[in-house]
């Protein structure tokens, strides 16, 4: 009896043992956040130089995704008279910052543009395919392309129109009102 009591615990102790080296051979790593947390990012930004922070003219307050463009997006919104903050904004709502977005309706790339090739080829106006002027697909997936194509668009329909707002209603999903153009400049507001 006292042989067996002594063989107890150490096989208990090695079948714990074994379990927990079994569940970390299978259980996935643990990810690693690689942004710091908000605070500390905040903390970190403010206590660099105003030179660092604006680097581009664009609110340093837009999430990575965005900022990688900027350069781009700063070019080509000053060229087609667009704050590149709008831009930024249009761009964070259509593909937070990712240049091979491809959405279920068939627009395309940073801007969400449609183009006049893949899905948007069916879409039917009364005088033929609605996107025929369109770039093509692989056009609008090269982010410059995308954003040159983008603000010349929106531009024109801020100059249409008469005002950005309404301009965003036309750029955005039709059939939803000011609803699109709402959540755009609410953004543009937020990262001011």
């Given at each position: 009896?006292?042989f067996s009591r002594k063989l107890i615990?150490?096989?208990?102790?090695?079948?714990?043992?074994?379990?927990?080296?079994?569940?970390a051979m299978i259980s996935p790593p643990?990810?690693?956040?690689?942004?710091?947390?908000?605070?500390?990012?905040?903390?970190?930004?403010?206590?660099?130089?105003?030179?660092?922070?604006?680097?581009?003219?664009?609110?340093?307050?837009?999430?990575?995704?965005?900022?990688?463009?900027?350069?781009?997006?700063?070019?080509?919104?000053?060229?087609?008279?667009?704050?590149?903050?709008?831009?930024?904004?249009?761009?964070?709502?259509?593909?937070?910052?990712?240049?091979?977005?491809?959405?279920?309706?068939?627009?395309?790339?940073?801007?969400?543009?449609?183009?006049?090739?893949?899905?948007?080829?069916?879409?039917?106006?009364?005088?033929?395919?609605?996107?025929?002027?369109?770039?093509?697909?692989?056009?609008?997936?090269?982010?410059?392309?995308?954003?040159?194509?983008?603000?010349?668009?929106?531009?024109?329909?801020?100059?249409?129109?008469?005002?950005?707002?309404?301009?965003?209603?036309?750029?955005?999903?039709?059939?939803?009102?000011?609803?699109?153009?709402d959540i755009v400049l609410a953004i543009?507001?937020?990262?001011?």
């Amino acid at each position: 009896m006292d042989f067996s009591r002594k063989l107890i615990f150490p096989g208990i102790l090695a079948g714990v043992s074994a379990i927990v080296l079994l569940s970390a051979m299978i259980s996935p790593p643990a990810q690693v956040n690689a942004q710091p947390p908000e605070n500390m990012q905040q903390q970190s930004e403010s206590s660099q130089p105003e030179k660092t922070q604006k680097k581009c003219g664009l609110a340093s307050s837009y999430p990575a995704a965005i900022q990688q463009w900027c350069h781009l997006i700063v070019e080509y919104a000053d060229k087609n008279a667009l704050d590149p903050n709008l831009v930024a904004a249009v761009m964070l709502q259509e593909s937070g910052g990712d240049a091979q977005a491809y959405s279920s309706s068939g627009a395309v790339g940073l801007l969400q543009v449609m183009p006049k090739d893949g899905i948007a080829a069916s879409f039917l106006c009364p005088n033929g395919p609605c996107f025929a002027s369109r770039p093509s697909m692989q056009e609008l997936f090269d982010p410059e392309f995308n954003i040159q194509y983008g603000t010349r668009m929106l531009s024109g329909l801020q100059n249409k129109y008469g005002s950005i707002r309404d301009a965003l209603m036309a750029y955005g999903p039709a059939n939803v009102g000011y609803y699109y153009a709402d959540i755009v400049l609410a953004i543009f507001q937020q990262y001011q």
